[in-house]
């Protein structure tokens, strides 16, 4: 199966994605130093501590990669079905669902690294920011920070699971654009946040579209021995 990872991840250029990925925190970094400043000019006091960045940053990670997770899935999986290069891989002397298993570990875990390594490097560099441009004027706490570690878990652990629901609707038609909208959907719906409210603080409704996602991760794989490639 190792083996099997790293051919897909070499076959697929994982590296472009990881350079994706680093452009995007660096919006972000950029954006999260922007809003404050845009805060304090028009006298709102949103901004104005750890709490609400973090929240926003995180949010702001999380959306993020949850529509990375989909266009990986629409590249891993579904545009080699539409274009028939599963027909291909199918052919070798390998178990069919150790292919679309390899391929769902590769976007779960680029989902969950992801979102864990953008949230410490932005958080870091954002409060390094701080110390000399004095956006926020509160003290970090052990006790936060501790609590930060455990909702950042969360985060990356329910995103990378709910990230495979696009799946589902990618895979009925094999369409690439279907897969992409799902996702969009998704995110605009979960990462909504309304005064400092969000579906995503509802515990049991991340945990729960994470379920679903594996789940149809798991039914995408149950029978695939079985089925003949349309």
Same mark, same amino acid.
């Given at each position: 199966m190792l083996k099997l990872l790293k051919l897909e991840m070499k076959k697929h250029k994982m590296f472009g994605y990881v350079k994706a990925a680093c452009i995007a925190n660096i919006i972000i970094i950029v954006l999260a130093c922007l809003l404050p400043i845009i805060d304090r000019i028009e006298g709102d006091a949103y901004f104005n501590n750890y709490e609400m960045m973090f929240m926003l940053i995180d949010t702001m990670v999380r959306t993020t990669f949850i529509v990375f997770s989909g266009v990986l899935i629409a590249e891993l999986i579904i545009d080699e079905y539409k274009n028939k290069t599963m027909h291909l891989m199918f052919m070798y002397p390998?178990?069919?669902?150790?292919?679309?298993?390899?391929?769902?570990?590769?976007? @779960?875990?680029?989902?969950?690294?992801?979102?864990?390594?953008?949230?410490?490097?932005?958080?870091?560099?954002?409060? +390094? &920011?701080? @110390?000399? $441009?004095? %956006? &926020?004027?509160?003290?970090?706490? =052990?006790? %936060?920070?501790?609590?930060?570690?455990?909702?950042?878990?969360?985060? $990356?652990?329910?995103? $990378?699971?709910? +990230?495979?629901?696009?799946?589902?609707?990618? =895979? !009925?038609?094999?369409?690439?654009?279907?897969?992409?909208?799902?996702? *969009?959907?998704?995110?605009?719906?979960?990462?909504?946040?309304?005064?400092? %409210?969000?579906?995503?603080?509802?515990? $049991?409704?991340?945990?729960?579209?994470?379920? !679903?996602?594996?789940?149809?991760?798991? =039914? @995408?794989?149950?029978? *695939?021995?079985?089925?003949?490639?349309?």
């Open positions: 390998i178990k069919r669902h150790k292919f679309i298993l390899a391929k769902l570990i590769i976007v @779960s875990s680029f989902t969950f690294l992801a979102i864990v390594l953008s949230n410490f490097i932005i958080s870091a560099t954002f409060y +390094g &920011i701080n @110390s000399f $441009a004095h %956006f &926020i004027t509160d003290t970090l706490t =052990m006790k %936060f920070i501790s609590e930060q570690v455990v909702t950042v878990l969360f985060s $990356a652990l329910s995103s $990378a699971g709910l +990230g495979l629901i696009p799946l589902y609707f990618g =895979m !009925i038609r094999k369409s690439v654009p279907a897969t992409i909208v799902t996702t *969009i959907l998704l995110v605009s719906i979960i990462g909504s946040n309304f005064n400092g %409210f969000s579906l995503f603080n509802v515990i $049991a409704i991340p945990a729960a579209l994470a379920v !679903i996602g594996l789940i149809i991760a798991y =039914m @995408s794989i149950k029978d *695939i021995e079985k089925v003949d490639i349309i």
